[in-house]
């Protein structure tokens, strides 16, 4: 089983070489020392979305790591802030087909850091199952 870690750092890049998978998360998917570093790694790079990102920015960030010489970068989307206080964060469901037509092989869907998801949507995704969904 893969085993991944969120980089909170430069300095952190070196020390997870026993990765097989590093996380950017949201509060660091604009720290471009970081994704410079995290490419250079050449390991499969998680980068999250963060919930005040827009879309153009998110793949910038991607982009970004991409011309740092790293392809493998599994796309995670947590949702976006709204004004809703049932939920931290409302799924970006239109952000798929944009994300779909480009050349990123893997997007998935992230309901993280609900204490307890809503049941109903762990297993909702699009037909051709290449978007799992993922509860921590």
Do not use: Q, W
Request: contains cysteine; glycine residues 6%; aromatic residues 8%.
């Amino acid at each position: 089983m893969p085993v991944a870690k969120e980089l909170i750092s430069v300095e952190d890049v070196p020390n997870y070489d026993d990765l097989d998978i590093l996380i950017i998360g949201e509060r660091n998917m604009a720290n471009y020392p970081l994704l410079a570093a995290a490419a250079e790694s050449g390991k499969t790079i998680i980068l999250k979305r963060s919930v005040s990102a827009t879309l153009e920015e998110f793949l910038m960030c991607a982009e970004y790591i991409m011309a740092g010489g790293n392809t493998d970068i599994i796309l995670c989307d947590r949702g976006l802030r709204t004004f809703a206080n049932e939920t931290k964060a409302t799924f970006d469901i239109s952000a798929i087909p944009l994300l779909k037509s480009g050349y990123y092989e893997v997007f998935k869907r992230f309901c993280s850091h609900r204490r307890n998801p809503p049941p109903h949507f762990a297993g909702t995704g699009l037909p051709d199952g290449r978007h799992p969904s993922s509860v921590r």
